[in-house]
């Protein structure tokens, strides 16, 4: 079993779709972490929950809605999207915020916004 | 705020040759360093990783990346290329003490010729 999974590996959808992506991690980690990586571009933080709270948003439209409910569990609630954010997110975890925790990362949620 | 240019964005070698992958950093003072490795279809691997002490740095699966402040570069390195290191790689920084955000380079592609 991989430490970090992500459910659906792929999802197209339409633009005014609600879907959701799934991360789990078994790792006993206490962060968690939603990129961003689009053809081209550098990987985008998105989002880190540090023990359940949100530590970083990092200027994410608010059509794109993540949720913690434990250490273990991360979603990202899509809603509206635009064709623009058609990407694969990644999900990952590390032991916690402390900067030079390795971050490991799930193999990503292929999206596309028809 | 700090800076991850990766000049080379696709590089072939022949298996068996040596590789060398080029990372230059923006910072003003020694960040956290990282490379990653992405193969088709899956998440990021924390190749090696460097904090302080010794330059030259080990890392999984025979590959090294060495630190040099004067010319703010982690070049990664690997003495003879096998066909499955075909991949795209990635180097990171961290701030010490800005929390674990990671800015990554835009990403090598490596081609292996057999």
């Known amino acids: 079993e991989t430490g970090v999974t992500q459910t659906p590996r792929h999802l197209v959808m339409g633009m005014t779709n609600k879907k959701s992506l799934k991360c789990e991690q078994h790792?006993?980690?206490?962060?968690m972490y939603w990129y961003k990586q689009s053809a081209k571009k550098p990987l985008e933080l998105m989002f880190v929950?540090?023990?359940?709270?949100?530590?970083e948003n990092n200027s994410v439209p608010s059509r794109f809605s993540p949720e913690c409910p434990n250490s273990s569990h991360l979603f990202l609630h899509l809603h509206t999207l635009q064709p623009e954010d058609s990407a694969l997110y990644l999900c990952?975890?590390?032991?916690?915020?402390?900067?030079?925790?390795?971050?490991?990362f799930g193999e990503g949620s292929w999206l596309t916004v028809v | 705020a700090q800076s991850v240019t990766q000049p080379d964005i696709h590089i072939t070698v022949s298996e068996g040759a040596s590789l060398e992958l080029r990372c230059n950093y923006s910072?003003?003072?020694?960040?956290?360093l990282f490379w990653y490795v992405q193969s088709p279809g899956q998440g990021l691997q924390l190749l090696l990783k460097?904090?302080?002490?010794?330059?030259l740095v080990q890392g999984i699966k025979g590959f090294e990346a060495e630190f040099k402040r004067s010319q703010s570069s982690f070049n990664l390195r690997k003495p003879s290329v096998h066909w499955s290191d075909a991949a795209e790689y990635f180097c990171?920084?961290?701030?010490?003490?800005?929390?674990?955000?990671?800015?990554f380079g835009t990403g090598t592609q490596l081609k292996v010729e057999l």
């Open positions: 990952a975890s590390s032991q916690d915020w402390t900067g030079g925790n390795t971050i490991y």
């Open positions: 790792l006993g980690h206490n962060a």
């Open positions: 929950y540090n023990f359940k709270e949100q530590t």
């Open positions: 910072y003003g003072a020694t960040p956290y």
């Open positions: 460097y904090f302080s002490g010794d330059t």
């Open positions: 990171a920084v961290g701030e010490p003490g800005g929390g674990n955000k990671l800015t």
